[in-house]
């Protein structure tokens, strides 16, 4: 059964400190994995994507890698900000006749001051 | 270049009422999926129309329909509503399914259903 898995659930972090978030998926055949970015009441943003042959991928503080033998991908927040509190989506894509997406259920990361 | 556009953004319905959602895509986009999110759960799938043809579609009560007109806007319809279709509603528009392209959310409409 293709599943997309995220951990932690939820977060609380300093200002300025670095996290890591985790997704695990099962899901075949794999296409490609996307972290989205979701502010409270509003629709998710795209931060990256990543296809099969990429290992890692940066958008400013945001970096993405990927390993696709263990499906495993985790999004690493540089530096964060107050601005980063939000839900992180991770949405992995099976190949199929037409687009097949698995979301995450996410993980809410709330940055203090 | 505009955004995908939700109406209304906000909704309050009774119980047994029925209810249309509406989502234009950006110019030129051909997919658009409808997702349901309610509080502390994942985005739930609902349907995806691709050039007026649904062609996938979650496990969700026939309650829930939608179609899409060949400008590609699309609607959403909930009929008999439940207490438990309070949510919110989101529609995402891709040039051709996620792919390599992506998808790309409108704000969503908030239904309260009391």
């Known amino acids: 059964k293709n599943q997309v898995e995220q951990s932690p659930q939820s977060l609380i972090i300093l200002e300025g400190k670095n996290c890591t978030l985790q997704c695990n998926y099962t899901v075949s055949p794999f296409s490609n994995l996307r972290w989205y970015k979701q502010d409270t009441g509003r629709g998710p943003v795209s931060l990256t994507i990543?296809?099969?042959?990429?290992n890692t991928k940066s958008n400013g503080r945001y970096t993405a890698t990927l390993d696709a033998d263990t499906k495993q991908s985790s999004l690493h927040i540089t530096a964060s900000q107050l601005s980063d509190s939000a839900s992180y989506i991770c949405?992995?894509?099976?190949?199929?006749?037409?687009?097949?997406?698995?979301f995450g259920p996410g993980t809410s990361l709330s940055v203090i001051p | 270049k505009a955004g995908v556009t939700q109406t209304p953004r906000y909704l309050i319905k009774t119980r047994g009422q029925q209810v249309t959602l509406s989502c234009s895509p950006i110019s030129g986009h051909r997919s658009v999926s409808w997702y349901q999110q309610t509080p502390g759960q994942g985005l739930q799938f609902l349907f995806e129309y691709f050039s007026e043809t649904q062609r996938n579609k979650g496990n969700f009560p026939g309650r829930f329909s939608g179609r899409q007109f060949s400008n590609s806007r699309s609607e959403m319809n909930v009929s008999t509503l439940e207490l438990g279709d309070s949510a919110l509603y989101l529609c995402a528009s891709s040039l051709a399914g996620q792919g390599n392209y992506g998808y790309t959310f409108g704000s969503g409409t908030r239904l309260t259903v009391v």
């Open positions: 949405v992995v894509s099976a190949e199929t006749s037409y687009d097949k997406v698995i």
């Open positions: 990543m296809t099969f042959s990429e």
